[in-house]
Each structure stands twice: as structure tokens, then as C-alpha cells.
């Protein structure tokens, strides 16, 4: 989207559009490069749960991940928090998300340091003021890669 850092899965070397990418050898996944770094994105299924690894080398990155809500939806966190999503926007730090979110019956456990907030819209080429339509709102996930993969864990 445009320029929209938050709809990228990794922001890294201060670019969130990647200049290089690579299928995984295995085909589990992909490596993207970001100036001097290469972050990877890999997939498997394990226990009934997609489980979604991240790394980054060459230096630190955010990865990312789009949530799919809408307003009216409750979301709550594994440190007790809950809230109805509305206009009101939601930032939730580590402190408060704990190791998972849940939204819509589908629970992610989250890496350590991971953040939520909401709301974030797509830019729209055909609106003046470049404003998405009601109801195109997401919540996004990130957390900070430095040296250390980081897992999620989604189930039903």
C-alpha cells in the first residue's frame, strides 16, 4: 500500500519494500532482502497450528503481520486485557498483550515483545483524501527482530 510501512511483513535498513526475494530451498518459506538485511519468512503446520517463523540477519528488523478485524469485533490478550474494536484506536505493548491475542475464535500465540495496535487502513487511489472505506480496517501485530528468530503460533 502506499507507503504504508505497517502493511509490510518486515521493515528493515529503513525500507519496508524489499529489494530482493527468494524462495526458501525447502520451499517452506521466503528469504526478502532489505539493503544489507535478509529477513526470512517460513511456514509449517504443526499440531493442528500454522506456525510462522521470523528472522533477520545483517542486522535488526520489525516483522509484521496484518490481523484481520473489524470494528465491532472484541479482541483480548493473555495479560487480561479486552476491548470491543471501534473508531478508538488501540495500542497494546507487550506489557499488556502477553503471549497471545485472540480475535474472531482464532488465538496467536505471540514471541516475546510483540506489540498489537489498531486501527490501520489501506490507502485508496480513488478517495481525495486517500482514506480507505469503512470496514477496511486491520490490526497489526509486530515485534522487533534482533538476533533471535521469532515464532508465532495461529489456531482455531
Do not use: M
Not at 60 to 70: C, N
Not at 96 to 109: S, T
Not at 132 to 137: F, I, R
Amino acid at each position: 500500500s502506499k507507503n504504508q510501512p505497517e502493511w509490510s511483513n518486515f521493515v528493515a535498513d529503513g525500507r519496508f519494500v524489499p529489494d530482493k526475494g527468494e524462495l526458501l530451498a525447502d520451499g517452506s518459506g521466503v528469504t526478502l532482502t532489505y539493503g544489507k538485511v535478509r529477513c526470512s519468512l517460513r511456514l509449517q503446520f504443526e499440531d493442528g497450528k500454522a506456525v510462522i517463523e521470523g528472522t533477520a540477519e545483517g542486522g535488526p528488523a520489525v516483522q509484521q503481520f496484518v490481523v484481520r478485524t473489524s470494528s465491532g469485533d472484541t479482541i483480548h490478550s493473555a495479560e487480561g486485557k479486552r476491548t470491543q474494536l471501534d473508531d478508538a484506536a488501540v495500542q497494546w505493548p507487550s506489557s499488556q498483550l502477553g503471549a497471545w491475542l485472540e480475535v474472531n475464535g482464532c488465538r496467536i500465540a505471540v514471541p516475546s515483545g510483540a506489540r498489537f495496535s489498531w486501527p490501520s487502513s489501506a490507502f485508496n487511489p480513488y478517495a481525495a483524501d486517500g482514506v480507505g472505506p469503512y470496514g477496511s480496517e486491520v490490526g497489526i501485530l509486530a515485534v522487533r527482530l534482533d538476533g533471535k528468530p521469532a515464532r508465532w503460533e495461529v489456531s482455531l
